[in-house]
């Protein structure tokens, strides 16, 4: 298996307060993603990064941001909580580009009360 | 519409029965992604192939790119089986994968 963690790996907060999800990886991988899954869609795509310092958004990106200072950890933080960000996110490593299989972490559960 | 529809979204399968499962994508892709999600929630990734077929044990993933078409299929059918399992198509310039919904496999002793 990857060497993927994610913490924590459930949490409940309150509307309102921030919230860091952390992933870190032991792989050396360059690339890292940061997904949401809920019911009814597929796993969506929040924030990605392609190297120390670079990240892009991807298609559910209000509402979060990420910051990646060093290749192991990826970090997405929800500034402002909100009910309809309780989900499942997780966290995902590719070593390179083009048609590269992405290696998830375990999942972090987090409800917003 | 989902630009990758997987079908169907739920079946139930008796031991040793032969499965297969659907996914149609309606962009052009450079691969496409076959990945597990065992009840626990873990997702792990089965086959990624971007022409022809592969193989993995009971596992066999085909992929028709003229008709953008990928199919999973599971031989002998086994409870440990039972997952969701999701097709997810990448695009030709970009590292990002589409998901589609998952297929909800219940295999039944």
């Known amino acids: 298996d990857a060497g993927i963690t994610q913490s924590p790996r459930h949490k409940v907060t309150e509307t309102g307060t921030p919230v860091t999800l952390r992933c870190h990886q032991t792989e050396n991988h360059r690339y890292m993603y940061w997904y949401r899954q809920d019911p009814g869609h597929g796993l969506r795509l929040i924030h990605y990064s392609y190297g120390v310092k670079d990240t892009d958004k991807g298609e559910v990106s209000d509402g979060y941001s990420v910051s990646r200072s060093k290749t192991e950890d990826f970090l997405l933080t929800l500034e402002s909580a909100t009910s309809s960000q309780t989900s499942v996110y997780f966290c995902?490593?590719?070593?390179?580009?083009?048609?590269?299989?992405?290696?998830f972490g375990p999942g972090t559960r987090l409800l917003v009360l | 519409k989902n630009e990758v529809e997987q079908s169907p979204q739920n079946l139930t399968a008796q031991e040793g029965e032969f499965i297969t499962i659907n996914c149609s994508y309606s962009v052009g892709i450079s691969a496409l992604h076959w990945l597990q999600q065992h009840p626990g929630g873990g997702i792990v990734s089965l086959f990624m192939l971007s022409s022809g077929k592969k193989k993995h044990g009971r596992l066999i993933a085909t992929i028709n790119i003229q008709e953008k078409h990928s199919s999973l299929h599971i031989t002998a059918s086994h409870p440990r089986d039972s997952a969701v399992y999701i097709c997810a198509a990448k695009g030709g310039a970009t590292n990002k994968l589409i998901f589609g919904t998952g297929t909800l496999l219940a295999v039944q002793p």
């Open positions: 995902a490593i590719s070593a390179n580009r083009g048609g590269e299989t992405q290696y």
